[in-house]
């Protein structure tokens, strides 16, 4: 018997660790503006909400439109390029990820992916990770013309899925996958072990707290 009838699932940080990667392209594009390199802490405090205003944070760059602003615009082209090609360098599942969406199913909960990244991007790492066939939908930064922490996303997938907001459950890392969840109605799940720490998280007051992804079993089913 499962606690939730819907799991939805934040991708980078929380599913997959990503960092590195990230890390990789960002710097990419900071060298062709000149830029020192940036380290992988300073790229996670940019992270989690899209590319465009994670490339507009790493330049310096005014993050309101910021494919309005044309440096930006064109690191974003160079970033796209550059991760596509190597976002699966050293990205990873981790630990009990495999494991754990297995037991969430069999334990009759429909997973779902809720991220800021592009859909398409979402889905290609997941297939090729093998991992894509335990979601029943993915949804990213463009499948809604708003993103996390804006609750649209949460919202929609509960409407499509067919579940009652107490009957669901965020799963994410970001302080954006816990106000989006939190604006929904829908219990919210912080894990410590992705991009953001307990400090950065409190305030977003979480109702639950894991520090493995294994640790879902208990929580949810």
Known sequence: MTRFDLCMFDL???????????????????????????????VLRWVGDGAPVLVARALGNPEEDPLGNERTAAGHALFREHYTEHMLDQARPYPGVPETLVTLREAGSTLVV???????MCRDMLDRLDLGHHFAEVSGGDSLPVRKPDPAPILALLETHGVPRER????GDGTQDIQAGRAAGVT?????????NREELTPEKPDHWIESFSELIDLIS
């Open 12 to 42: 980078d940080g929380t599913l997959l660790d990503t960092r590195d990667d990230l890390a990789a392209s960002i710097n990419v594009v900071r060298a062709k503006f000149d830029l020192p390199p940036a380290t992988v802490a300073e």
């Open 168 to 171: 669901a459950v965020m799963i």
């Open 114 to 120: 809720a991220s800021n990244k592009p859909v398409a």
């Open 188 to 196: 919210t799940v912080a894990a410590l072990y992705g991009f953001r």
